[in-house]
Structure formats: structure tokens, C-alpha cells
């Protein structure tokens, strides 16, 4: 049994599965080069969303996407929970505020560097 953790209105749309972020935040926060990670749905034609690992490396790291694939399917997840795109950033943007992490700019800011654009309804 799958429980959901986190706001709803952060779950990811992949094909017909819902993906709570949390999960897949989780499971990489566990590789020794990731210092933190937010994930994201970002436009995807064939998915509805595909899923978006945002990730901080701890200093002085350097990450590939093949070994980022390999470590997400070596600890569960496989199908519809592998994120399609790797984005690495130097830090997560704040709320105006300043008090919680910004996952609407997050998505932005990952769509502008994968060069995506929203989907037509």
C-alpha cells in the first residue's frame, strides 16, 4: 500500500500514474554526491508530465545522468517512477518570504534550462 506523503498539488501526472515527489526525493537523497533534491513534473507530450530530479550535489561533486538513471533504478524506481531529466542547481529558490523552497520556480527554472515549454490543452 502506496500512502501519500506531502500536498497533493505536488503529485506528478506520469502517463496514468500518480507519483508523489516525496517518494522519489527519498530514494535519491540516498546517493553520496546529492545534497538535496526536489522533483518536479515538467511538460511531457507522451506522459501528460514527466518527472524532474532538481538536485543539489554536496561540494566539490560531479554527477552524470547515466549514473543518476542507474543509481534511480538500482533503489526502486523503475517505470513510471524514473525521472525522465536530471537538473542540477546551485541552490532551491524561496517563497517571497523566504521561509519555504519555491517548487513553482523550481519548475521554471528547470523547464527553461531542458528548453520545454507548457503543453497545449
Not at 38 to 43: A, C, E, L, S
Not at 50 to 77: P, R, W, Y
Amino acid at each position: 500500500m502506496l500512502t501519500i506523503t506531502g500536498r497533493i498539488k505536488d503529485m506528478i501526472i506520469k502517463d496514468v500514474s500518480n507519483v508523489p515527489p516525496s517518494f522519489v526525493e527519498q530514494v535519491l537523497l540516498q546517493h553520496p554526491k546529492v545534497l538535496d533534491v526536489k522533483v518536479v513534473g515538467v511538460p511531457d507530450p507522451a506522459f501528460v508530465e514527466e518527472i524532474c530530479a532538481c538536485i543539489i550535489l554536496k561540494h566539490d561533486q560531479k554527477l552524470d545522468v547515466e549514473e543518476m538513471k542507474k543509481f534511480s533504478t538500482n533503489n526502486g524506481l523503475v517505470g513510471n517512477l524514473t525521472p525522465g531529466y536530471f537538473v542540477i542547481m546551485d541552490s532551491f529558490p524561496k517563497t517571497p518570504t523566504g521561509r519555504k523552497i519555491d517548487r513553482k520556480q523550481i519548475r521554471a527554472i528547470a523547464m527553461e534550462r531542458l528548453g520545454l515549454k507548457e503543453n497545449a490543452e
